[in-house]
């Protein structure tokens, strides 16, 4: 029972990296990118933990850590952009 729920969920996360994807390609202005890609990259790490789950092993997890510092930082550096651009 508990796998069925851990294959729909793995589902609908990617359905829901494929519209924010989409949302990412079809963005016309930096900042809608910049929010579109936060969103996928969270996106990614709930698939992360529906992985991690399903499979027991403590690498997803330290991919987890990884990913979600990687992306604060990302975020950052693209808002301090944003804002030395005046947009």
Do not use: C, K, Y
């Not at 969270?42 to 991690?52: D, E, I, M, Q, T």
């Not at 992306?71 to 005046?86: K, N, P, Y």
Request: a negative charge; hydrophobic letters at 65%; proline letters at 0%.
């Amino acid at each position: 029972m508990m796998e069925n729920v851990e294959v729909i969920a793995l589902a609908v996360i990617g359905l829901a990296a494929l519209i924010s994807s989409a949302w990412v390609l079809r963005a016309r202005s930096l900042v809608d990118r910049a929010v579109g890609l936060d969103v996928t990259v969270a996106v990614l790490v709930n698939g992360l933990a529906v992985f991690a789950a399903l499979s027991d092993d403590d690498v997803f997890l330290e991919l987890i850590l990884l990913t979600v510092v990687l992306s604060f930082l990302g975020t950052v550096a693209v808002s301090r952009f944003i804002q030395r651009r005046g947009e």
